[in-house]
């Protein structure tokens, strides 16, 4: 990600890409949750208002996509707090659910979900159960729980892994949706559904976008973020109309009751 002094002079498609998904998910008759960066919110509290009046849920993604365990607990501290009071200022609602840049979380932040709490937050999507570029906390909790601390309870949503060829691997989301074909990850997310968990679908603007900027990057990093760009919304179109789809926030409000409990320190 360039720094954030530079983001005012780059060019954005964010308008015209958000639109298009929000649109897509209009005809589909599903709403989801929207985790915003509150740059974003601040720049094009427009779309944020779009996406609440048109019932997704407001979350936040932070502010300046900061990978987690490059700062310190009192920078992401307010840097999670920012976000969460920019994006309930523009939206008008609350906003309780939190998703790192990255998933960035790893085995030296384990101080990121007693901040979230501090900062007002309900729950996170952040966790990834396996390797990830940016983080990951390979044998965590795959399945959604709430975990309890001194001073609060927050619910986590894990993102999907399901076991292939011995390894655990996510499907759903991001590049991996991208390069995979539909046929392999519908079959994986019918693994995971059978094991009793709920599948995580996640997609950025970005991705249905085969013309949008491009970043200087080395050549792996460069193949996963511009893979098959052209093919992902017929892959989103299919989930749209195949999967039984909805918010954390409904979740949470139909199932938060059950979600099984890890006491923390």
């Known amino acids: ?8 002079g780059l060019p954005s498609h964010i308008e015209r890409n958000f639109r298009r998904l929000l649109e897509m998910f209009d005809q589909a008759g599903v709403k989801t949750t929207c985790f915003f960066l509150g740059w974003v919110g601040e720049r094009f509290p427009h779309l944020v208002r779009e996406a609440a009046e048109g019932g997704h849920e407001i979350a936040s993604h932070g502010y300046a996509h900061r ?24 939206a008008g609602v ?5 998703r790192s840049a990255g998933f960035s979380i790893n085995e030296d932040t384990g101080w990121f979900f007693e901040a979230l709490l501090e900062a007002g937050y309900a729950y996170d999507s952040s966790v990834f159960p396996a390797s990830h570029g940016h983080g990951g906390l390979h ?43 539909y046929g392999l990850i519908r079959r994986q997310a019918g693994q ?7 599948v995580v679908f996640y997609i950025h603007p970005r991705e249905i976008d085969p013309d949008h900027p491009r970043l200087p990057m080395g050549w792996k990093r460069r193949f996963k973020s511009y ?14 109309r195949e999967f039984r789809l909805t918010t954390f926030r409904d979740y949470l409000a139909r199932y938060g009751e059950t979600l099984p409990h890890e006491r923390c320190v």
């Open 67 to 90: 990978l987690v365990h490059s700062q310190t607990r009192d920078e992401f501290y307010a840097d999670a707090l920012r976000a969460r009071e920019v994006l309930e200022e523009v």
């Open 227 to 240: 893979v098959n760009l052209r093919s992902t919304p017929r892959k989103i179109e299919r989930i749209l």
């Open 192 to 198: 995971v559904l059978r094991e009793g968990r709920p």
């Open 139 to 181: 044998g965590a909790n795959r399945a959604p729980h709430k975990r309890q601390y001194a001073s609060g309870t927050l619910a986590e949503f894990p993102i999907t892994v399901a076991d292939f060829a011995g390894k655990p691997m996510c499907f759903f989301g991001g590049g991996y949706l991208r390069l995979f074909p």
């Open 94 to 98: 609350p906003v309780r659910g939190y």
């Open 1 to 8: 990600t360039p720094p954030l002094s530079a983001w005012e």
